[in-house]
């Protein structure tokens, strides 16, 4: 009887495991969007549940450090950290079509400041 004791513990560890499978292989997505405007997208992203972080930043161009005075042939663009359990790709998608125009290449809505 006492060799069956020393199984409890792993076998309470194997049913944890496999009974909560969204807790075991829970992982963290990034995803990199551009919108016109990285603020307005940060902003907007930040408020949805599920998301972590997001950090603004530049995507594509020449420039080795692209600053927001001197980003010519970059785009505006966020990096998403998001819990996939509590959000999917594709609901992460759904907030960003909300936020941006895809048919204007000038900018977003009031945001005209973007070099292209």
Same mark, same amino acid.
């Given at each position: 009887?006492?060799? %069956?004791?020393? !199984?409890?513990?792993?076998?309470?560890?194997?049913? &944890?495991?496999?009974?909560?499978?969204? &807790?075991?292989?829970?992982?963290? *997505?990034?995803?990199? &969007?551009?919108?016109?405007?990285?603020?307005?997208? *940060?902003?907007?992203?930040?408020?949805?549940?599920?998301?972590?972080?997001? *950090?603004?930043? %530049?995507? @594509?161009?020449?420039?080795?450090?692209?600053?927001?005075?001197?980003?010519? @042939?970059?785009? *505006?663009?966020?990096?998403? &950290?998001?819990?996939?359990?509590?959000?999917?790709?594709?609901?992460?998608?759904?907030? %960003?079509?909300?936020?941006?125009?895809? !048919?204007?290449?000038?900018?977003?809505?009031?945001?005209?400041? @973007?070099?292209?």
């Amino acid at each position: 009887m006492k060799a %069956y004791f020393k !199984f409890i513990p792993f076998l309470l560890i194997c049913l &944890i495991i496999l009974g909560s499978p969204k &807790i075991a292989y829970a992982s963290d *997505e990034k995803a990199v &969007i551009a919108g016109g405007c990285f603020w307005c997208l *940060e902003h907007d992203l930040e408020q949805v549940k599920g998301i972590k972080s997001v *950090e603004s930043g %530049y995507s @594509g161009g020449e420039i080795q450090n692209p600053t927001y005075q001197n980003h010519q @042939g970059h785009q *505006e663009a966020v990096l998403v &950290i998001f819990d996939n359990t509590k959000i999917t790709f594709d609901e992460l998608l759904r907030s %960003y079509w909300r936020n941006i125009d895809p !048919f204007d290449s000038k900018g977003q809505f009031c945001d005209r400041g @973007g070099f292209l």
